[in-house]
């Protein structure tokens, strides 16, 4: 402590300066003011009598003023440690001191309880070991092998877990402490978890858009080379006949293209759709997308509507009609006329525990094994037959998923392709 330093130096200046005048002066003293000079021996006992009482008296009064001095620097002291505990505890990021040679916590702040959910008495029963996960502990004693010991360090992110499981990405930054005789570390350890899964999920939509743009343009460049095609062909063959194939070539590709456009504006519309529940009648939003779906497909396909006619559910119209809309145009478009089959698209209902599922089953060309898993895939086609887009069941899941519902698919013995739709109502 630099004041209780500068106060012992006085103590000491001011002893030797006062012992020394006397030591010169007090022979002067007795002598002449006094006419001791026949009496050596009472000058002498004078002399040792008066330095003792003279030592005592400045000893006390400086022992009274450096016991002040070191008493209020003490109260200083104890001002400055109780705000360094305020801000330490009260921290609104977690913070710990932990031991660098055992790895035990030793303090821990509020902050910490709150994030980690132990209690104080359980972290400090604790090493830096019990929240992370097993398989960054080698990680973890490498990097204290190569830690700097003195000076602040940033030691970058890493995972922890908190008392129920949960995992946490932190960044941490650390600094040399002595914590109660003990070498420690004062870390502060900021959540990021939010975050790394924003950044994750950027990716993820970048990723997607990156796919969007392309496969898009690619879906929209077919159609629009087909039509300046056959523009030119019109142009040049001329005659009536060829007028009417072409003239019907290029509507056919026209609505093609619209169709694209239609698919690539629900998939951006999908994305910022808010649902709205309102109170329906399954069987008669059947018949409508039934009508609607076959308007522009083969029509001598049988589509049976077994839902009964009373069923009413309470959800979003739009996302159901969207979904189901896909579900039933695909066993349309895909239908099977081979080893003379009947082609049909069935839509039913089953109850299974407790909820309600609808399913639209079909016997058309199926789906390979093979891709099944791929089938909700964003663009993907999942046979060389498919002049679609891509987009129909992943449009379909995407609906369902903004009602938190399910889309699941499966066959069965009479080979016939389930898709099976499950919504909270």
């Given amino acids: 402590m630099k004041t209780t330093g500068t106060t012992s130096y006085k103590i000491y200046a001011i002893f030797l300066v006062l012992g020394l005048i006397w030591i010169l002066l007090s022979d002067l003293i007795l002598l002449t003011i006094f006419n001791l000079q026949d009496k050596p021996l009472l000058v002498n006992v004078i002399k040792a009598t008066v330095f003792i009482i003279f030592t005592i008296l400045l000893i006390v009064a400086l022992q009274k003023s450096y016991t002040a001095q070191l008493s209020q620097q003490s109260a200083i002291n104890k001002e400055i440690e ?10 609104p990021i977690p913070m710990w001191i932990y031991d660098l040679d055992t790895w035990n916590f030793l303090l821990v702040n509020k902050a910490a309880i709150q994030h980690y959910g132990y209690s104080e008495e359980e972290f400090l029963s604790m090493t830096l070991l019990d929240i992370r996960p097993s398989e960054d502990h080698d990680k973890l004693r490498e990097n204290f092998s190569q830690d700097v010991k003195d000076g602040h360090s ?24 002595v914590y109660q005789g003990r070498r420690g570390k004062l870390v502060l350890a900021s959540n990021i978890t939010q975050r790394i899964k924003t950044e994750n999920e950027i990716k993820v939509v970048v990723s997607e858009l990156n796919d969007f743009v392309y496969r898009a343009s690619h879906d929209i460049r077919g159609p629009l080379a087909r039509l300046i095609g056959l523009s030119n062909l019109l142009l040049i063959e001329g005659n009536l006949e060829n007028r009417v194939k072409y003239d019907n070539l290029i509507n056919s590709t026209a609505i093609l293209l619209d169709n694209v456009l239609q698919r690539l504006l629900s ?4 994305k910022y759709y808010e649902p709205q529940s309102e ?16 308007k522009g497909n083969r029509k001598d396909i049988a589509v049976y509507n077994d839902i009964p006619d009373s069923l009413e559910v309470k959800t979003d119209r739009k996302m159901v009609m969207l979904a189901l809309e896909n579900l039933i145009e695909n066993g349309i478009k895909y239908a099977d006329f081979n080893n003379y089959k009947k082609p049909y698209v069935k839509i039913n209902t089953v109850t299974q525990q407790g909820q309600l599922h609808i399913q639209v ?24 037959l498919s002049q679609g887009s891509g987009l129909g069941l992943y449009i379909a899941q995407t609906a369902l ?25």
């Fill in 279 to 294: 109170q329906i009648n399954l069987h008669d939003l059947i018949d409508e997308i039934v009508g609607l779906v076959k």
């Fill in 267 to 270: 998939v951006n519309n999908l």
């Fill in 154 to 177: 940033f030691s970058g992110t890493w995972k922890h877990i908190k008392k129920d499981g949960e995992l946490l990405f932190v960044e941490i930054e650390s600094h040399p402490i």
């Fill in 401 to 425: 998923g903004k009602l938190n519902g399910r889309l699941d698919y499966k066959s069965d013995i009479k080979e016939e392709t389930v898709f099976d739709i499950c919504i909270p109502t």
């Fill in 361 to 384: 089953i079909d016997n058309g060309i199926g789906i390979h094994d093979v891709f099944k898993h791929r089938i909700f895939d964003i663009f993907f086609r999942g046979t060389e």
């Fill in 82 to 91: 109780d705000k360094y505990k305020i801000m330490f505890k009260c921290n």
